[in-house]
T-cell receptor
Framework: GQQVMQIPQYQHVQEGEDFTTYCNSSTTLSNIQWYKQRPGGHPVFLIQLVKSGEVKKQKRLTFQFGEAKKNSSLHITATQTTDVGTYFCAGLQAGTALIFGKGTTLSVSS | KAGVTQTPRYLIKTRGQQVTLSCSPISGHRSVSWYQQTPGQGLQFLFEYFSETQRNKGNFPGRFSGRQFSNSRSEMNVSTLELGDSALYLC?????????????????FGPGTRLTVL
């Protein structure tokens, strides 16, 4: 079945450093979504990417969708303590449900 | 608009019992999905309902079932509870542009029900 792999599982950075999480699917995706879950909270939608090679930015966050629509990345520039949480990618293959990666938990020390 | 609500928020059960969890989606959302979240496995898809029909199902045993009512509210039931069923159960709703096809919209998650099986 469809699998979505996400690495790394954990990442600790010093405040101000950059952070990247990668997402890979075993199959071609219709779209990919990214979510953030703060400690003790529930996942909150960040963005959806649909087109091959698409790049979207939200302030310090940059999201990319691979040319083959099988991989994606989330890059955070100059992390802040407010970026702490677990970042999930979720891939959709046509006709199936949204499948979540296991997430990357980011911790930031000041 | 009110967000997705889930009840109860916390639940403690013993092995062998059954449990029913409830989810009320955002008004106007017709798609409701359920996920099981555990530290080791992340977010695992249970099932998705749209217009009272189960549209997709994850790889969980038949002890896990669900349903959706005409007002889009959804319930999930777990029978014969096992220790491994301890988890956070999340419900998410989304608006679906068409009457058929997969939900591709943003998922709005509820706060979850924390189930502990003793």
């Amino acid at each position: 079945g469809q699998q979505v792999m996400q690495i790394p599982q954990y990442q600790h950075v010093q405040e101000g450093e950059d952070f990247t999480t990668y997402c890979n699917s075993s199959t071609t995706l219709s779209n990919i979504q990214w979510y953030k879950q703060r400690p003790g909270g529930h996942p909150v939608f960040l963005i959806q990417l649909v087109k091959s090679g698409e790049v979207k930015k939200q302030k310090r966050l940059t999201f990319q969708f691979g040319e083959a629509k099988k991989n994606s990345s989330l890059h955070i520039t100059a992390t802040q303590t407010t970026d702490v949480g677990t970042y999930f990618c979720a891939g959709l293959q046509a006709g199936t449900a949204l499948i979540f990666g296991k997430g990357t938990t980011l911790s930031v020390s000041s | 608009k009110a967000g997705v609500t889930q009840t109860p928020r916390y639940l403690i059960k013993t092995r062998g019992q059954q449990v029913t969890l409830s989810c009320s989606p955002i008004s106007g959302h017709r798609s409701v999905s359920w996920y099981q979240q555990t530290p080791g496995q992340g977010l695992q898809f249970l099932f998705e309902y749209f217009s009272e029909t189960q549209r997709n199902k994850g790889n969980f045993p038949g002890r896990f079932s669900g349903r959706q009512f005409s007002n889009s509210r959804s319930e999930m039931n777990v029978s014969t509870l096992e220790l491994g069923d301890s988890a956070l159960y999340l419900c998410a709703s989304s608006s679906v542009p068409g009457l058929a096809g997969p939900s591709t919209g943003e998922q709005f998650f509820g706060p979850g029900t924390r189930l502990t099986v003793l």
